[in-house]
């Protein structure tokens, strides 16, 4: 009988093995290493070597130069996350409710994006949104946009390459979340008193909560970091945070900057999404 | 209250009454025809089963008086009001559903409290206290409706919805998912709190017991249709088609022809024997028709045996089967015509058993028997253990 219990219990941390390992390796290693670069003193260079000295003022550097972008990013990720939520809620609400025979068919329709290339998908809005192209020419013809405006380089871009790009990973939570609603519920709400409007606040939308967490999650965190977007659709005032920190990386070769600026980011995110988690009183998705 | 459920119901305006009434209620998904033409008054303050196996369009019926379909025509008026395309949100009534339907994400005191809610009514507090008291949960107040029992949850649909006092209540199946003791003492409290609060109900079920225990009109509907409606005793001693016969309790139909028709008994042959059945349990057109007895009714003894049935006396059977139940020994007789019929005979202890193959004689009272149509299925609504 113990014997049992004590090969069942060691099995279990045997399968737990290549697991751990993993993470090791291509988590804890890399996290370690990141924060490591971090505390680099910032004279040295990658041809010359770095030399580890806690020059913690890395981190306020990067924050006084790059505050900008920062705040962008997080601006713009939170943007282009409720747009995805007003979006992808309708749409989730559509497949999962009224798509009857076609719910397949829409889902996988919402999945398909996939099939190419972010960046091909991300460059092909540069043609869309380009300066004579159909979209900006229209917007001209109505006046919303003035005779010289334009869509590319601005803002509007960004956000809206980020809402395309981040749509499905916001669609699918919802719909899971959504479909496994019994029907009956909302006939319910309707039966004590409670009109369409009513019963969706007070039924509906409560018990997709953990659709609209995770969905919102999934969107954030991804378009916060995301740099394609910015630099496609773009100019450098819609620099996200993403591409400073690869630019550092990749053509300053500033390594511990770069490095402190993914730390600042990362923490702000965790902190946030903690902070989120909590407020919306579903502990326990984490 | 004054209103009586059998009396034929006016086909004129419904201004004065102030019960349900449903008139010509037809309700078509496609070519098929869930319910077709239904009439049915419920009058104020009582409490009626649907009863039919599933499919019958009790169901459909229900859900038409709650708002949740549209009838395809017809009209539905509740206290002269017509409510035929009223919006289930804006109708004084209110449903307690099959598989309770309890809000997930609040607890039993917001689960009870939501339809005040959102009609703003003030006291809420001491209305959901009230309720809850009365089906005995004031203690489970802050649990989710996940903590409770199956039965406990069934209460607090009940308490969710009686809470309201709608003007009529709809019970679709609630007690079908509960086990049978516990739906045994459910029926009990359900008929004492409507008889505490006095309010209109309307119960959907396919089992038939529960409707007789429940309910002070039974509607027994077949296809779409009301087959026949009134006293739960009444349609049991009294079946006007097989198809009741059989749905409620079990039925012996014999195929008879029709001798002579007096103004208060008619009499039939059977298989060569001569029974009597008074007017008024006969329903019958035509020259044939099936002799319909209950197998409680038979009287089972040697052949000879004087046994208090004066009239008719079916000599010639052969057991076939016995089973002892222990309140009661079911026996299986085979008539010289080849039918097998069933007969109940209490265990009183005065009686001996019967064994296979003991030659018999069959008798019964003529005023338990009744005539039914000749066109009708003998096993319409039959095997309804399958459906359970």
């Known amino acids: 009988m113990s014997e049992t219990v004590r090969k069942r219990g060691s099995t279990g941390y045997f399968l737990l093995i290549p697991g751990v390992l993993w993470l090791a390796l291509f988590f804890v290693v890399p996290l370690y290493s990141l924060v490591a670069t971090s505390l680099f003193d910032p004279s040295g260079s990658d041809l010359n070597g770095y030399e580890m000295t806690y020059h913690w003022a890395n981190y306020w550097d990067a924050l006084q130069s790059y505050w900008q972008p920062l705040v962008r990013s997080l601006a713009y990720g939170a943007l282009a996350t409720l747009f995805c939520l007003l979006l992808g809620y309708v749409l989730a609400y559509a497949i999962a409710f009224k798509a009857g025979r076609w719910k397949n068919l829409m889902l996988v329709l919402v999945i398909a994006p996939f099939f190419t290339s972010f960046l091909v998908r991300t460059l092909s809005w540069k043609l869309l949104l380009a300066d004579d192209g159909f979209i900006v020419n229209t917007l001209q013809f109505v006046h919303i946009l003035g005779s010289d405006g334009r869509l590319l380089a601005t803002p509007v871009a960004v956000i809206a390459g980020l809402t395309y790009n981040f749509l499905p990973f916001m669609v699918l939570p919802l719909y899971a979340s959504i479909d496994k609603i019994d029907g009956r519920l909302i006939e319910a709400s309707s039966d004590l008193y409670a009109n369409p409007f009513v019963g969706f606040f007070k039924v509906t939308w409560p018990l997709s909560l953990p659709g609209v967490v995770s969905g919102t999650l999934l969107t954030f965190i991804p378009a916060v970091g995301d740099y394609i977007n910015a630099q496609l659709l773009g100019s450098p005032n819609q620099r996200m945070i993403g591409s400073v920190i690869q630019s550092l990386f990749t053509d300053a070769n500033d390594y511990p900057a770069a490095a402190a600026l993914s730390v600042i980011l990362m923490v702000l995110i965790v902190g946030m999404v903690l902070f989120y988690v909590r407020r919306a009183g579903t502990e326990d998705l984490l | ?388």
């Open chain 2, 1 to 388: 209250m004054s209103q009586v459920v059998e009396q034929e119901p006016t086909a004129t305006d419904s201004e004065g009454y102030d019960g349900l009434r449903l008139r010509q209620v037809t309700k078509s998904f496609g070519s098929f025809h869930a319910v077709s033409s239904l009439d049915l008054d419920v009058p104020r303050g009582s409490f009626i089963a649907l009863l039919g196996p599933s499919g019958c369009g009790k169901t459909t019926t229900l859900r038409m008086v709650a708002g949740l379909e549209t009838p395809t025509s017809g009209s539905i008026t509740l206290a002269g009001q017509d409510i035929t395309y009223a919006k289930p949100y804006q109708r004084p009534v209110n449903t307690v559903f099959q598989s309770y339907a309890l809000f997930p994400h609040l607890d039993i005191f917001e689960n009870v409290a939501f339809g005040l809610r959102r009609r703003k009514r003030k006291d809420v507090d001491t209305a959901v206290r009230e309720m809850l008291d009365l089906v005995e949960l004031d203690s489970q107040a802050r649990k989710k409706p996940a903590q409770l029992s199956g039965g406990q949850q069934q209460r607090v649909a009940l308490a969710r919805a009686l809470i309201n006092k709608p003007e009529v209540l709809l019970l679709d199946e609630p007690l079908g998912a509960l086990d049978l003791k516990l739906r045994r003492s459910m029926q009990l409290e359900i008929k004492r709190i409507q008889t505490e609060v006095g309010l209109t109900f309307v119960h959907v079920t396919h089992d038939q017991e529960e409707a007789m225990t429940m309910a002070d009109t039974v509607a027994v509907m077949n296809a779409g249709v009301i087959e026949q409606m009134g006293a739960p005793a009444d349609l049991y001693e009294n079946p006007q088609s097989t198809f009741v016969a059989n749905f409620l309790g079990q039925s012996n139909l014999i195929e008879g022809t029709i001798q002579s028709r007096a103004a208060d008994v008619v009499t039939v042959d059977m298989h060569g024997i001569g029974v009597s059945i008074p007017t008024e349990r006969c329903h019958a057109d035509g020259d044939k028709g099936w002799v319909g007895i209950r197998p409680e009714k038979v009287l089972i003894g040697e052949p000879g045996e004087a046994l208090d049935a004066p009239g008719n006396t079916i000599p010639g059977g052969v057991v076939t089967d016995v089973s002892f139940v222990g309140v009661s020994t079911q026996y299986l007789v085979r008539m010289p015509w080849g039918q097998e019929l069933g007969v109940f005979e209490q265990n009183t202890g005065r009686r001996r058993m019967f064994a296979t193959g003991e030659q018999v004689e069959l008798s019964w009272r003529p005023e338990y028997a009744f005539l039914l149509d000749f066109s009708q299925d003998a096993s319409a609504g039959a095997q309804k253990a399958d459906a359970e």
